[in-house]
């Protein structure tokens, strides 16, 4: 059973960054695909950014394009989102998992953004 452990959210002010960590226990992500997804109050579950078993392929929700990275670390059993130029629309419940055949959720990260 994979655990999947996401942190690093926290408040800031329009403009500033931060970078979410995702780990997995309980079994090797290395042959997975990736993904950030965020929760808005009120709002479903969406995709944010993607990326592939080994790091070379990206993708991106076209609000965040240009602002986040995403990375890992298959060493670490770590996937990343750095988050710049945020804004408050940004603000949610950030999470990590596969890109579909969903693992179970962790419990996300929450980021609030204040104009």
């Known amino acids: 059973q994979v655990q999947l452990v996401e942190s690093g959210g926290g408040l800031v002010q329009a403009g500033d960054s931060l970078t979410l960590t995702c780990t997995a226990s309980?079994?090797?992500?290395?042959?997975?695909?990736m993904s950030w997804f965020r929760r808005a109050p009120g709002e479903e579950r969406k995709f944010v950014a993607g990326i592939n078993w080994n790091g070379d392929t990206t993708l991106y929700e076209d609000s965040v394009k240009g602002r986040f990275t995403i990375s890992r670390d298959n060493a670490k059993n770590t996937v990343y989102l750095r988050m710049n130029a945020l804004k408050p629309e940004d603000t949610a419940v950030y999470y990590c998992?596969?890109?579909?055949?969903?693992?179970?959720w962790g419990q996300g990260t929450q980021v609030t953004v204040s104009p």
């Open positions: 309980g079994r090797t992500f290395v042959s997975y695909a």
């Open positions: 998992n596969r890109p579909n055949a969903f693992w179970d």
